[in-house]
């Protein structure tokens, strides 16, 4: 099969499968069913997790496009590492004696690198520039979408003109009209990110928005934006972990919060009022 280096390791497997001897198709079904073994073990602990020769797996990954085993390691590792929930997921990953441990601990790290990395003078800018923007907006995609949810509610308790983007049923282009000069967009970039998310962060630039991005996709973070805030997502398991992340908005929430003054006291007190008034919680 002629190697095409745009394709996933996933999909080359799958567009081989009626062309694979019978042991090569068991091979294959095994690493479909945990591709993430491919970037951790050596061919020959994949051929006994497989139950075949070491042969085979040389012809396999031959026959989908690899020049050799490591070759074709070195792109399921690659691909995991961009966000691929599949590509982290591996036949060992089912023990949960230790699952608690191991996910705090890795939950402790990403925090820690995080907080290393974060400027509180860019953390205090963002919220002065909020409080003073005719209108915010947050933008997610993916992953990315229930953060920029939990953002926009927080700091909606303060202030009054907060969006959510995509925004149900609209284009960016019905909702990116109404982009002003004097505005704030943030926009969580998490992987695998959308095309999406360059392109409204475009936008807002051209609309000399103030910009900022939070997360742990390296090319919106190096987008020329008033200000970056890196998140560490490593995790030990098959999806990334978001507790740096959340913990980022959750700062920006809580100072925004409490620097919103009488204005911002006298919204809540409203919001409260309203509660009591309809009975909703």
Request: proline residues 3%.
């Amino acid at each position: 099969m002629k190697k095409t280096s745009s394709r996933s390791f996933i999909s080359r497997v799958r567009a081989s499968m009626r062309d694979l001897h019978p042991s090569e198709r068991r091979l294959a079904e095994t690493v479909l069913n945990f591709p993430g073994d491919m970037a951790g073990y050596t061919a020959s602990e994949v051929a006994d997790l497989a139950g075949v020769s070491n042969a085979t797996v040389s012809r396999f990954v031959r026959k989908i496009g690899y020049a050799s085993y490591e070759e074709a390691r070195r792109a399921v590792r690659d691909a995991g590492q961009t966000g691929a929930a599949l590509l982290r997921l591996g036949a060992s990953d089912t023990d949960a004696k230790h699952a608690i441990g191991t996910h705090l601990e890795q939950s402790r790290r990403n925090l820690e690198k995080t907080y290393e990395e974060l400027d509180i003078g860019a953390v205090n800018e963002i919220v002065d520039a909020l409080h003073a923007a005719p209108r915010v907006w947050l933008a997610g995609y993916r992953a990315g979408y229930p953060m920029a949810s939990y953002l926009a509610w927080q700091i909606g308790q303060v202030l009054p003109t907060v969006g959510l983007i995509p925004r149900s049923g609209e284009t960016l282009a019905e909702t990116a009209v109404s982009f002003s000069e004097k505005d704030v967009l943030i926009l969580m970039g998490l992987r695998r990110a959308s095309k999406a998310a360059q392109t409204v962060v475009e936008a807002a630039l051209s609309a000399k928005m103030q910009v900022a991005v939070i997360g742990d996709v390296a090319e919106l973070l190096a987008m020329p934006v008033r200000w970056s805030f890196a998140c560490s997502t490593a995790s030990t398991g098959p999806l990334l972990n978001h507790t740096g992340v959340i913990a980022v908005c959750n700062l920006i929430a809580t100072r925004t919060v409490e620097t919103s003054g009488s204005d911002g006291r006298k919204r809540m007190e409203g919001i409260e009022e309203l509660h009591e008034q309809i009975g909703e919680l």
